[in-house]
């Protein structure tokens, strides 16, 4: 690729390459900060609901139509926040929210390159000669490599 090329053309790819992880970068620290703020939105209300909760007058036995009467356990234990739960959703919206963020910064990044390199037709049109040059290189090392390993195999095929 280097020899079927003009500086301009590497100048070009340097320049959308460079965009794409400009685009990504931004997308992920967007997706992050998405993320977090939606867990300190959740963690907030859950610990509302719990307050709620709390102060709520609650049932303390459920009667029957027979007359029996149940006592029902006392469940705020159970429904208070804790800091595992806390972490956790910290953790997976902020990942979440990298991975989100990252991946929409990386299809606008690409578009974004594609119009850049596209906008030189000329150039354009060496950059993808180049690109198939090097995709059949490639493909032809590979078949050697494919070759020349099957020769030293046991079976001799």
Same mark, same amino acid.
């Given at each position: 690729m280097n020899n079927s090329l003009q500086q301009s %053309? &590497? %100048?070009a790819l340097h320049k959308a +390459? #460079? =965009?794409v992880s400009t685009h990504a970068t931004v997308g992920s620290l967007? @997706? !992050?900060a998405l993320g977090t703020l939606l867990a300190f939105r959740i963690r907030s209300n859950r610990t509302a609901i719990f307050k709620t909760f709390r102060t709520a007058e609650q049932p303390v036995a459920l009667r029957f139509a027979s007359g029996k009467e149940q006592p029902l356990p006392? !469940? =705020?234990a159970a429904m208070k926040p #804790? =800091? !595992?739960g806390d972490v956790a959703t910290y953790c997976l919206l902020g990942g @979440? $929210?990298?991975f989100f963020g990252g991946e929409t910064g990386l299809l606008t990044g690409s578009f974004r +390159? &594609? +119009?850049q390199i596209g906008s030189d037709r000329d150039g354009r049109d060496r950059i993808q000669r180049a690109f198939r040059r090097f995709q059949a290189d490639a493909l032809r090392s590979q078949a050697d490599l494919l070759e020349n390993e @099957?020769? $030293?195999s046991i079976l001799g095929l």
């Amino acid at each position: 690729m280097n020899n079927s090329l003009q500086q301009s %053309d &590497r %100048d070009a790819l340097h320049k959308a +390459a #460079s =965009t794409v992880s400009t685009h990504a970068t931004v997308g992920s620290l967007l @997706g !992050l900060a998405l993320g977090t703020l939606l867990a300190f939105r959740i963690r907030s209300n859950r610990t509302a609901i719990f307050k709620t909760f709390r102060t709520a007058e609650q049932p303390v036995a459920l009667r029957f139509a027979s007359g029996k009467e149940q006592p029902l356990p006392d !469940l =705020t234990a159970a429904m208070k926040p #804790s =800091t !595992l739960g806390d972490v956790a959703t910290y953790c997976l919206l902020g990942g @979440g $929210g990298i991975f989100f963020g990252g991946e929409t910064g990386l299809l606008t990044g690409s578009f974004r +390159a &594609r +119009a850049q390199i596209g906008s030189d037709r000329d150039g354009r049109d060496r950059i993808q000669r180049a690109f198939r040059r090097f995709q059949a290189d490639a493909l032809r090392s590979q078949a050697d490599l494919l070759e020349n390993e @099957g020769k $030293g195999s046991i079976l001799g095929l």
